[in-house]
DNA sequence: GGAGTGGTGTGACGCAGGCCACTGGATAGG
DNA sequence: CCTATCCAGTGGCCTGCGTCACACCACTCC
């Protein structure tokens, strides 16, 4: 298993040497092909996973049966936490958009954990309270932005997280099809591929498949607020 | 001070009586009148707030000066919680929509706490876990749902919340303006409007300011999904 | 009383973006 | 190799809803 990884994950920064060689022993791992599913919407489960390669998507599907992602999360990442605190059946579906890996903890050992290691318990709500923090930011961009602007948005998100820098540019290999990317922003496959089109046709950036090379990012991001 | 809303609030619930006294020492108390704020986004501070009596609209408005509501709370509810872990500038405005007081606790208080009485910490973790959950769902619906499905589903939330039953139906005090409804469903006042007269003409609810009375609670449901 | 103010009710108009329909390229499986 | 499937690109139509523009209370405050 992948301890740099796990060492940078946010959730476990917090942790000496020692305390990472226990928690080894409560930890198992996981790998997935692209488009495998690790678990569904519904599905009970009470295991909490950190990503160690790859990427997810976690997503939900409304009941006539369109679908809508929720995040796409990558290496050092956790997922599976709201079921640890509400025991209900997961509330969204977890599928790989790439080969992945994850380690996982079931609630049992994660609270176990918890308990004698406050710090661990904080590095564990201030997760949370990020993410709560990122889904309010999306509600408003969903209310007061146009789609062009949340795919602008969303391709920097991607950007910050996976982007390498090159000379020619932020090369962003997101591995999303433009269905994904659609379904991330909360539009149509349409409409993203016109927003796309226009940005490339402007110059601001190069579409390859999976993945974009953005060459003028500061007008990006002027679109995006 | 209310004891009997702080017991009852979700975060302080696992505190038995001695706990309890002993917290009563940190918190101060707060009171605001109609529309009056108690912080705005962008403030700094690190205060976590218990509603006790009355309700605030938690908000945050765009670069161009439109506002969007992210949750309409009252007695018991929290909020101020983000900023304990990423001690940051505040996310959001609240403000009171009805005469209001709140309890509070500062953030180094709070972290003390924390620290000793692990059922707290979880309890904490439970409430923002929930709030999160809810936020994704709120995104799933402002992605899959109309404009009237939305505003039956804040009104089905507020009387679940605010509402008492009578004989004559759910009356339901939101106190909250039309224009308020729609900041918190991310639509138009007029449409917002159209929405409610359509819903009254069919007979499912009954308006009247700064509240509804839901007379066909099955229908309103059925619309809402 | 009259005038201002804040909330509600409704019609008309325009447009962003969803849905449909099709094309063409790329990859996989036989 | 040929066919089937998936993905990307693009045009056209239609509609939900935002915006504008009013009218009509129900108040408070002179």
Do not use: C
Request: aromatic share 4%; glycine share 8%.
């Amino acid at each position: 298993m992948d301890n740099e990884v796990l060492r940078q994950a946010p959730l476990f920064s917090a942790l000496d040497d020692e305390a990472a060689t226990a928690l080894r022993g409560s930890l198992s791992e996981t790998k997935l092909r692209r488009g495998d599913v690790l678990f569904h919407e519904g599905d009970s489960g009470d295991r909490l996973y950190i990503v160690l390669d790859g990427k997810v998507k976690l997503g939900r599907t409304s009941s006539d049966g369109r679908e809508n992602l929720l995040a796409i999360l990558g290496p050092g990442q956790m997922f599976g936490e709201l079921s640890l605190f509400d025991p209900g059946p997961r509330s969204g579906t977890v599928t790989a958009v790439t080969d992945a890996s994850f380690a996982s903890l079931s609630h049992e050992d994660l609270l176990k954990w918890l308990d004698g290691r406050p710090e661990v318990a904080r590095g564990l709500l201030a997760q949370i309270a990020g993410r709560l923090r990122k889904a309010n930011d999306v509600n408003a961009d969903l209310v007061f932005s146009d789609v062009p602007g949340r795919v602008a948005k969303a391709l920097l998100d991607l950007a910050d997280r996976f982007g390498r820098t090159a000379d020619d540019g932020v090369h962003v290999h997101h591995d999303l099809t433009q269905e994904e990317l659609a379904q991330l922003v909360g539009a149509s496959r349409e409409t993203v591929n016109k927003a796309l089109a226009d940005f490339a046709s402007r110059g601001w950036l190069r579409l390859e498949p999976r993945s974009v090379v953005i060459m003028d990012i500061d007008r990006l991001r002027r679109r995006a607020r």
